[in-house]
């Protein structure tokens, strides 16, 4: 796998930051659209997948590695980042994120080991999907 390491100064960061930055750079690098197979927040010790037993420290990077993961995006040492290119990831493995509803029926893609209830979407696990109201 390749690694990028990235440091930022001067912004306060987050989770969703750290992956809109994270997500940018690999699809800059692998000039397709990126899929999150694996992701680590050391800050608030989250990662997905969440894996019973192994090393709390590397189970999420081992699953990421062994399932398609060949970049791995690292954000001022608190947020690493596995991606898989997008036609590589699809039918091989879960997507660590559900799409969610809320009671107005506007559309989220949410982390699901953020999301703390899979009714009620959050800022902190989701983003929201824009025109998700309109029919195509």
């Known amino acids: ?48 997948p969440a894996i019973e037993g192994g090393d709390i420290h590397t189970r999420w990077h081992d699953y990421g590695k062994s399932h398609g993961g060949q970049l791995v995006v690292d954000i001022n040492g608190e947020y690493d980042f596995i991606f898989a290119e997008s036609m590589q990831s699809e039918s091989s493995f879960p997507s660590p994120y559900v799409s969610v509803r809320d009671a107005h029926g506007q559309e989220f893609l949410c982390q ?4 703390k209830n899979p009714k009620k979407p959050t800022e902190d696990a989701c983003i929201k999907l824009e025109d998700s109201g309109k029919e195509l």
Do not use: T
Request: net charge positive.
């Open 1 to 48: 796998m390749r690694d990028i390491n990235v440091n930022l100064s001067g912004v306060d960061m987050n989770y969703k930051m750290a992956s809109q930055i994270a997500r940018a750079i690999a699809h800059e690098v692998n000039g397709k659209e990126p899929i999150v197979v694996a992701w680590h927040d050391k800050a608030q010790s989250r990662m997905s």
């Open 112 to 115: 699901i080991n953020a999301l």
